[in-house]
């Protein structure tokens, strides 16, 4: 299988499936010198893995990560980086009654048809639980970010119909709740909207922000690799995730250039914008405005209702999924999605060090 690598100079590459023995990362391309320990990526895995609410699954993993090489005293050396996270409460006996039947919204039926072949022990390689290697690399992107003074902070805006007004935003707020949304008094909304999905055997989606502060200009491309374009594919890359936006988004297409251009005036004599419809970007570019998009997550596909399939010889079959289920994706994804923006983010830091012929001679001509 192809396409399990992420990044140019600071690359990802995760292996593994939801039910075998664990899943992991190589992370290539980290400069050597920077402080890292298990904990560092620890706090990041706590804040994906199952069993930290009644809204997530209770499979029991403690999601602990264990770094095999790339550290020696307490700093990275410049090589690859390998992390394992083992498997620790697999039920794949839950899974026995879709062994020969495609679930709804599932990769089942495009998986088999591609290699003839499946994992159908919770998805396998297609399952959400991949994401743990891709949160483990994330956390060592942000700490390069935080070295650099960018920070990159993602939260839950909406979970079904409930969405904050960004004028309400109080992102203290964000790590004290359940759901990772930045005011209190809309969290409980959704968390009662959830309960109500829970009684009806059913589930529900949401949309997650993402805000990347401190970017220098001028960070990413101008044609293919445009910062705004490798952010949507890292993004549009996580299994849930439907729909990408970024700054005012499918609004601009309603709008008038008179009220979506940016303005620009200079301030202590520095050039910036008086607004930010572009979302930070601009011609593929960091404009020096933080950085603004939007990731829009699906329900979850597997719920307990009674739903209509085929089995793989194309009989109708009525099918009740077993197993541990997120009623809603939404705040376990919330990390995933700040973990990838992190990884794009350092790998297009370190490919603009060649944009310039000065600050090469300055950096090898000292």
Same mark, same amino acid.
């Given at each position: 299988?192809?396409?399990?690598?992420?990044?140019?100079?600071?690359?990802?590459?995760?292996?593994?499936?939801?039910?075998?023995?664990?899943?992991?990362?190589?992370?290539?391309?980290?400069?050597?010198?920077?402080?890292?320990?298990?904990?560092?990526? *620890?706090?990041?895995?706590?804040? +994906?893995?199952?069993? #930290?609410? *009644?809204?997530?699954?209770?499979?029991?993993?403690?999601?602990?990560? $264990?770094?095999?090489?790339?550290? %020696?005293?307490?700093?990275?050396?410049?090589?690859?980086?390998? @992390?394992?996270?083992?498997? *620790?409460?697999?039920?794949?006996?839950?899974?026995?009654?879709?062994?020969?039947?495609?679930?709804?919204?599932?990769?089942?039926?495009?998986?088999?048809?591609?290699?003839?072949?499946?994992?159908? +022990?919770? &998805?396998? +390689?297609?399952? &959400? +639980?991949?994401?743990?290697?891709?949160?483990?690399?994330?956390?060592?992107? =942000?700490?390069?970010?935080?070295?650099?003074?960018?920070?990159?902070?993602?939260?839950?805006?909406?979970?079904?119909?409930?969405?904050?007004?960004?004028? #309400?935003?109080?992102?203290? $707020?964000?790590?004290?709740?359940?759901?990772?949304?930045?005011?209190?008094?809309?969290?409980?909304?959704?968390?009662?909207?959830?309960?109500?999905?829970? $009684?009806?055997?059913?589930?529900?989606?949401?949309?997650?922000?993402?805000?990347?502060?401190?970017?220098?200009?001028?960070?990413?491309?101008?044609?293919?690799?445009?910062?705004?374009?490798?952010?949507?594919?890292?993004?549009?890359?996580?299994?849930?995730?439907?729909? %990408?936006?970024? &700054?005012?988004?499918?609004?601009?297409?309603?709008?008038?250039?008179?009220?979506?251009?940016?303005?620009?005036?200079?301030?202590?004599?520095?050039?910036?914008?008086?607004?930010?419809?572009?979302?930070?970007?601009? !011609?593929?570019?960091?404009?020096? =405005?933080?950085?603004?998009?939007?990731?829009?997550?699906?329900?979850?596909?597997?719920?307990? #209702?009674? *739903? #209509?399939?085929?089995?793989?010889? !194309?009989?109708?079959?009525?099918?009740?999924?077993?197993?541990?289920?997120?009623?809603?994706?939404?705040?376990?994804?919330?990390?995933?999605?700040? =973990?990838?923006?992190?990884?794009? @983010?350092?790998?297009?830091?370190?490919?603009?060090?060649?944009?310039?012929?000065?600050?090469?001679?300055?950096?090898?001509?000292?």
């Amino acid at each position: 299988m192809s396409g399990s690598i992420y990044g140019k100079l600071f690359q990802i590459s995760t292996w593994g499936e939801s039910h075998g023995k664990g899943v992991g990362v190589v992370i290539d391309g980290c400069p050597a010198g920077l402080p890292l320990s298990e904990e560092d990526l *620890q706090a990041f895995l706590d804040r +994906r893995k199952p069993g #930290q609410s *009644q809204f997530t699954t209770h499979r029991k993993e403690s999601d602990s990560a $264990e770094i095999l090489s790339g550290i %020696f005293e307490g700093k990275t050396t410049g090589t690859p980086i390998s @992390v394992l996270i083992r498997n *620790q409460d697999q039920r794949s006996r839950d899974y026995g009654n879709i062994m020969d039947c495609y679930r709804p919204g599932h990769a089942d039926y495009t998986f088999d048809s591609k290699y003839g072949f499946r994992d159908y +022990r919770g &998805g396998g +390689r297609s399952s &959400g +639980r991949e994401t743990i290697a891709r949160v483990a690399g994330g956390a060592v992107a =942000s700490k390069i970010l935080h070295s650099l003074g960018v920070k990159v902070r993602a939260y839950t805006k909406a979970i079904g119909p409930v969405s904050i007004p960004w004028d #309400q935003y109080n992102y203290d $707020e964000i790590f004290h709740n359940p759901l990772y949304m930045p005011n209190a008094e809309y969290a409980q909304k959704a968390a009662d909207f959830l309960s109500d999905c829970m $009684e009806q055997k059913d589930s529900a989606g949401g949309i997650i922000e993402c805000v990347i502060s401190g970017m220098p200009v001028g960070i990413g491309e101008t044609v293919f690799d445009k910062l705004d374009a490798s952010l949507a594919k890292a993004i549009l890359s996580i299994g849930a995730v439907k729909g %990408f936006e970024i &700054g005012d988004g499918f609004a601009a297409a309603s709008s008038k250039g008179s009220l979506n251009n940016d303005a620009f005036a200079a301030k202590d004599g520095k050039i910036g914008k008086l607004s930010n419809h572009a979302g930070g970007t601009l !011609g593929g570019m960091s404009d020096g =405005s933080p950085v603004v998009f939007r990731a829009a997550v699906k329900p979850t596909p597997s719920i307990a #209702q009674k *739903q #209509q399939t085929v089995d793989k010889n !194309g009989t109708p079959v009525s099918l009740v999924i077993k197993g541990r289920h997120d009623p809603v994706i939404v705040p376990r994804a919330v990390v995933v999605v700040e =973990s990838m923006a992190a990884i794009t @983010v350092v790998d297009l830091l370190f490919s603009n060090m060649c944009a310039r012929m000065d600050l090469l001679e300055k950096f090898y001509c000292r």
